[in-house]
Every structure is written in C-alpha cells, then in structure tokens.
C-alpha cells in the first residue's frame, strides 16, 4: 500500500487547520484596540482591575501629562496643575483614539506583566538575563557598550511600568509624531504656544536612543548568539521577543501581544519562520505560557511555508464560521 497519498493528506490537514486557528487568532488581536477603547472610556475604572488596563490608562495619562506640561511652559502657566487637570482627559481622550498608540501602550503593559511573570516563575532576570550580562562583557566593544546601555534602558522600563509610566521619549518615531497630532487636535492652546512646545518636545526626541532603538540594534547584531537570543531563558523577554520580531519580519508590538493571545498559533509561527525546530517551539512556548495549549506544529511545516502562511493570514470576518 502506498502511504505517500495519507501522509501528505494528513501534511495539508495539519496546514489547514494551522491556517484556520492563525486567522481566529488574529481575529482577536485586530479587536483588541475597540475593546481596549472601551474600558478606557469607562469613568468608573473601579470596574474593571485588570491591572493591564490599569497599566495602559496610566501610560495614556503619563503621555498626556508631560505634553500638556510643555505646553504649560510655553504658555508661561502659573498654575500648571490646575492646566493638566483641566486638560488632561480630553487630551487622553484623544491619544485613545489612535490605535496604533494605544497597541503600542497594550504591547509595553503586556510585556511588563509577562517579564515579571517569567522572573516569578523561572527566575530569569527582569533586567540582566545570562545572555546580556555575557554581551556586556563582549570583547567586541561596540556590543558591549550597547548591551549596556540596552541594561540601564530595561532597568528604566520595569522601573516605569511599576509606576504605570510611558515616556515620550521611548515612544517610536511614528508614534511620537502621532502624539504630537493628538495635542494639536485637542486645540487647548494658541498655535504659537502649539508650535513652541512643539519644538521643545522634538528637540528632546532621538527614537535612537530609547530602549526599543537599543534593542533592536542589539538583536541585529547578534549573529553568533542567534541561538541563544532566541532562548527566553537566556535573553530575557525584551531582547528575545525582539529578535523573534527581526527574525520573522514582524512588527515587535504585534509580536508582543502575540506572545499573551490565547492563541499561541502566529508566535509559533514566527519562531517557525526564525528557523526553530517543533521541539525548541514546544519549549519555548511552554516556559512563556505554561497553562496554554500547544499548537501541533511538526517539522513538516517549513520556514517557508510558515512565512507564506503568516504573510497570507487574515482576520476572520463579521459572520463567518
């Protein structure tokens, strides 16, 4: 009897399948910006706990804040806290309606739980995993120096999330100029006072220097460390999640909210894609989210397949099965 036909019937389900629980999956990550919006806009905060909804209202206000606090010295305010609690919600109304901004919040609050998370359960080091420390004694003095200055921005990050703060400084570029609009649409100011607190606001700006321009640096260059870089257990979330995202030609916050879906089908995918074999997937996936199902991914399904089913996926629409 020729088994060829069956096996490669049973090659097709496994793809078809992977295909159908890719596009459920990110069904639900393209919704998460509506269903975000809405507990944002809930004036009794008390009702809902979830303390990454907590996190990023607190980062939308610390956005807002220090906005309003340039245009306070551009204007010359007396009272610049009786300025920010007159202005305040609106402008956060505001920078909640771009969902590019308030993803990027969601992916920062989503990676600070789960880098928390993984210190809890398998002590690798919020801020100094083993594979930095090794960098930041690099004999090449280039990755030296940028692993640690990569530490001193990580050490900041948690920092920041603890006390539910994203500064405008560690923004993406897009992104700051998407705030920047935010604060013009909100009309709370002359133009002249506009465009002077907006000048100083630019002035202080290098997306170069923030912790996201750090890393990515860091992960591009780490040719020699590629196996490593993609062990949670010896990178640490940031820098690993990081290289998954340059590895897979995907976008670092999509990948990080990826990591937290109840569907680990497009991570698995990317680590796929980034050329891990199914039993390092399995065990990767398996120290990230230990209580989630596991996706069947075997060897079968080839980096190239895996990048052609990622660039294919789409969202199941309104009505649908």
Same mark, same amino acid.
């Given at each position: ?135 930041? #004694? %690099?004999?090449?003095? &280039?990755?030296?120096?940028?692993? !640690?200055?990569? =530490?001193? @921005?990580?050490?900041?990050?948690? $920092? ?101 879906? #109840? %569907?680990?089908?497009? &991570?698995?995918?990317?680590?796929? !894609?980034?050329? =891990?074999? @199914?039993?390092?997937?399995?065990? $990767? ?37």
């Amino acid at each position: 009897m020729n088994e060829a036909p069956v096996a490669k019937q049973a090659e097709t389900s496994v793809e078809e399948a992977l295909r159908e629980e890719l596009r459920r999956g990110d069904t639900v990550l393209a919704g998460t910006g509506p269903v975000l919006r809405h507990f944002l806009s809930c004036e009794d905060s008390a009702l809902f706990t979830d303390e990454v909804i907590a996190r990023v209202r607190g980062m939308l206000f610390d956005i807002a804040d220090q906005l309003l606090f340039a245009v306070a010295q551009a204007e010359g305010t007396a009272d610049r806290t009786a300025f920010l609690e007159e202005h305040i919600e609106r402008l956060v109304h505001r920078l909640g309606l771009d969902d590019e901004l308030l993803a990027h919040a969601h992916a920062m609050a989503l990676e600070g739980r789960l880098t928390e998370d993984l210190a809890e359960r398998c002590a690798i080091d919020p801020v100094l995993p083993p594979l930095v420390q090794e960098l930041t #004694a %690099s004999g090449d003095e &280039t990755i030296a120096d940028l692993a !640690m200055r990569f =530490l001193a @921005a990580q050490a900041r990050f948690m $920092q920041h999330q603890r006390r539910m703060e994203l500064p405008l400084g560690e923004l993406p570029g897009d992104l700051f100029h998407k705030a920047l609009l935010a604060l013009k649409a909100a009309q709370m100011t002359e133009q002249d006072n506009f465009r002077s607190a907006r000048k100083s606001l630019r002035k202080t700006f290098d997306e170069a220097l923030g912790r996201r321009g750090l890393v990515t640096r860091l992960a591009t260059s780490l040719r020699k460390h590629d196996g490593a870089a993609m062990r949670v257990e010896m990178s640490g979330l940031a820098l690993f999640a990081t290289t998954l995202a340059v590895a897979s030609d995907q976008d670092r916050d999509r990948t990080v909210i990826a990591l937290r879906s #109840a %569907s680990p089908v497009r &991570t698995a995918l990317a680590m796929r !894609m980034a050329g =891990l074999e @199914a039993n390092e997937i399995r065990a $990767q996936l398996a120290t990230i989210r230990p209580n989630l199902a596991l996706p069947d991914m075997p060897d079968e399904i080839s980096p190239e397949l895996a990048t052609d089913m990622l660039a294919q996926a789409r969202p199941v629409e309104a009505g649908e099965g």
